[in-house]
């Protein structure tokens, strides 16, 4: 077994940060990145990956409360509270909007005002007011030429404010509540709002009257119109299509509605009926007895056929693109979801790809187990009487699991017989029931070979049972707190023990004895968790410090501070040991281990000059670290790659005499050899081999010889036919002239000369040309 590549240094990743916090947003123009209110900043967060690109800080405690970007997202205009750069409102602005042309930013608030601002000077030029109650929605028209602003209020109406005369066009009157979403036609001349008393109203924009209205029986906070030439007209079209009702697109007009139920609904405003409606909702839906709301609440649809963006309530962006099935049939598929706000992380899991099922545990009397894959209830344990605050699944067989709860008890459930095609989720039973603890059970473990269980409570004991009965082994007792994590070692009889005294024990399970104490945390330690193969581990707590220990030496390896508050939960990576921690701060940070991913991703990208200039800072005490992390990748076949070529960029950059002088450089060095030489070896051999791929092609002909070659094969091979020819008539005068004294043995010579004439002959053989510039060691 190689030696075990002990971890020393890792790297924060900040991966889910919060960065939305409700309402306000704004979208760049082609769609790459969000402008994002977050309680007192603004962040801004990059479309593919949720990462922030970057922070600005509002210095205000009432946060921001309306965003618009300029067309060609140069610039982000923001209103925070009751403090503003540009003064004119008495109250909060609640609304804002910027003109096609850049040059106008529109703001509506709380005092029922609409005020137009020159961008460039910063200047109030249009003074609007009429509204009655607070103005919600602002939108100028798209056409530069119209110069016609449109405001949406509480009061139930719409007003129609003409830039050039500086009055009000006209009022429309015909919704019965707060007014949510506007939206113009592309022609121009039609106008769609929707409001909270569930319809959709169109205006002719021409002279300013109602044409019609389609009611959609949800609260509506999202409207947008479809353009012609997109993969969702195209996909409109088709439901038209497909309904038997052949109509003139051009008198038609496609919208998008989202509300209250969490659904993406798509209309055609002529024939006012529904083309399309998605069979669930992909968000959290309000029911009959909660007050609060749920669902959607607003929708933008993406430039360049990005396909349609839908905000939840719960601060979740939803990205849906088109999908086209069999016989040309289109779907709204959901494709990528960012959380853009999270509460208190208290637990999570990496799930790999043999993890199929998932149990939660949400402070309830039971436990469902849902398929992963298609997040379907399959199987739902029911007979705790409190809430259950732990569980843990089977490591080896992989077809049971263990349920802890606040009624002390723990319970074996089997997942045999359970179903993906059933209609509804089975009932698991429990095998084996045992009263564990005098208190909560917070937390579970099961053994790698599936024969243990281990409990950890609040009254300050472990215990560790049999399966699958639940017989008791032995009850660990030292924890002078409640205990809130237990985990087995993945390579020896013990078990390690996280408690709120701020201590982490090791403890054996043969006899119960503490093997080890780790001291170090300033506050509870909340979770531990092994590392490489057992030798280590790496623990955190409510300090929001998080801390990687070895075994062996019971040193603290080293200690991170990335989190503001308790740190709940801690996840390992099976493959790649790279961990994860989420706490009260709601952020989740990855850990990658630092080093080989940085010289592994300038391996990937031919980053020599990167790497020689990070060695060349290196003086003669520190070039010895490297040495010793090249020793230990030099031991592993998947990273001596890495390894070597690290080792290249050093003796380029440090001649021999001062490498010899580097302290300790005889003893890695002798670590560094003899694995060179085994990695030089196995690697000549693939080489070689590679040649017999193309013998076998060149004696197939399938590939041509290069000339030079060919020529040099001729001339080699017409001159071992000269010289066999000339030993065959040598051979033969030498027979002719013994024959008369050999009469005895005529049968012997014969064969000898046959044998020679065949020797010849496979001398004559072209030899293989070896190409050694492929030769990349």
Not at 144 to 163: E, I
Not at 507 to 527: Q, Y
Not at 671 to 676: A, R
Request: proline fraction near 3%.
């Amino acid at each position: 077994m190689s030696s075990l590549h002990i971890k020393k240094n890792y790297r924060c990743v900040p991966s889910l940060q919060q960065f939305y916090s409700g309402v306000p947003f704004a979208v760049s123009s082609d769609g790459s990145f969000i402008a994002c209110s977050n309680g007192d900043a603004i962040k801004i967060v990059d479309s593919p990956n949720a990462s922030i690109k970057a922070s600005i800080e509002v210095d205000i405690d009432a946060g921001v409360t309306a965003l618009a970007l300029s067309p060609d997202d140069k610039f982000l205009f923001s209103a925070a509270g009751h403090s503003r750069l540009i003064r004119g409102h008495d109250g909060p602005v609640m609304a804002m909007a910027c003109h096609a042309s850049g040059g106008l930013l529109a703001t509506a608030g709380a005092d029922r005002k609409v005020l137009v601002w020159d961008v460039d000077g910063g200047f109030c030029t249009h003074y609007f007011k009429g509204h009655k109650d607070v103005v919600t929605t602002l939108m100028f028209h798209p056409d530069t030429n119209k110069n016609l602003l449109f405001s949406g209020s509480a009061d139930a109406t719409v007003r129609v404010w003409d830039l050039l005369a500086k009055k009000c066009f006209a009022t429309l009157e015909r919704h019965f509540s707060s007014l949510t979403s506007m939206a113009v036609s592309e022609d121009g001349w039609t106008l769609l709002t929707a409001g909270r008393d569930k319809v959709v109203n169109l205006w002719d924009l021409h002279d300013h009257v109602f044409k019609m209205t389609i009611p959609t029986y949800e609260v509506l906070e999202g409207l947008c119109v479809v353009k012609s030439g997109t993969e969702l007209a195209s996909f409109l079209g088709s439901c038209n299509l497909q309904s038997g009702k052949r109509r003139d697109r051009s008198s038609s007009i496609y919208f998008i509605t989202v509300g209250e139920r969490g659904v993406v609904r798509m209309w055609d405003s002529e024939r006012a009926v529904c083309l399309y409606e998605q069979k669930s909702s992909d968000v959290t839906v309000s029911s009959d007895t909660d007050d609060s709301p749920r669902g959607f609440t607003a929708a933008v649809i993406l430039p360049l056929d990005q396909g349609l963006l839908c905000v939840t309530v719960d601060h979740q962006f939803l990205f849906y693109s088109l999908v086209v099935h069999l016989e040309e049939k289109f779907e709204l598929m959901l494709c990528k979801r960012l959380v853009g706000y999270n509460e208190e992380i208290l637990d999570m899991r990496f799930l790999g790809e043999e993890e199929k099922f998932l149990a939660v545990a949400a402070n309830l009397e039971q436990v469902r187990l849902w398929n992963s894959e298609s997040i379907n209830c399959i199987g739902v344990g029911m007979g705790h009487m409190g809430g259950v605050g732990a569980v843990a699944f089977s490591k080896k067989w992989k077809n049971f699991f263990v349920s802890g709860s606040s009624d002390r008890t723990i319970k074996v459930r089997s997942t045999d017989g359970i179903s993906d095609d059933a209609d509804q989720p089975i009932n698991l039973k429990a095998k084996a029931v045992v009263a564990a603890h005098d208190k909560d059970i917070n937390s579970l473990a099961i053994a790698p070979n599936d024969t243990l269980v281990c409990s950890g409570s609040q009254d300050r004991t472990a215990c560790v049972w049999r399966l699958p009965d639940l017989v008791s082994v032995v009850v660990l007792k030292g924890h002078k707190r409640g205990i809130w994590s237990v985990e087995f070692s993945p390579v020896d009889q013990c078990v390690i023990i996280a408690s709120g005294d701020k201590t982490i024990k090791m403890w054996a399970i043969a006899n119960g004895s503490c093997l080890k104490t780790f001291e170090g945390h300033t506050s509870s330690v909340l979770r531990a968790s092994f590392l490489t193969r057992g030798t280590q581990f790496v623990s955190c707590g409510a300090d929001g410090l998080v801390k990687l220990w070895t075994v062996k030496t019971n040193e603290c390896i080293a200690t991170y501070d990335q989190h503001e508050d308790k740190v709940w939960a801690l996840a390992i990576g099976r493959k790649t040991e790279m961990f994860a921690t989420g706490g009260g701060d709601a952020v989740v940070n990855l850990w990658p281990h630092k080093l080989f991913e940085s010289f592994a991703e300038l391996c990937r990208k031919d980053g020599s000059n990167q790497i020689e200039t990070a060695l060349r800072v290196l003086g003669k005490e520190e070039i010895h670290l490297p040495f010793e992390y090249i020793r230990e990748w030099n031991t592993k076949p998947k990273f001596c790659h890495v390894a070597q070529y690290v080792l290249f960029g050093v003796f380029n950059i440090f001649p021999p005499t001062e490498i010899l002088e580097i302290r300790g450089i005889g003893e890695l060095l002798e670590g560094l050899i003899p694995y060179s030489q085994r990695h030089f070896s196995r690697i000549d051999r693939l080489v070689r081999s590679t040649f017999l791929l193309d013998y076998t092609l060149h004696g197939m002909s399938v590939i041509e010889p290069d000339t030079n070659a060919t020529e040099m094969n001729d001339a080699d091979n017409k001159l071992l036919v000269e010289k066999g020819d000339q030993e065959q008539e040598l051979t033969s005068e030498m027979l002719k002239e013994k024959a008369p004294s050999k009469k005895r043995k005529p049968n012997k010579s014969k064969d000898t000369s046959r044998k020679k004439v065949k020797g010849a002959a496979y001398t004559s053989l072209a030899p293989i040309p070896l190409k050694f510039d492929r030769l990349w060691m």
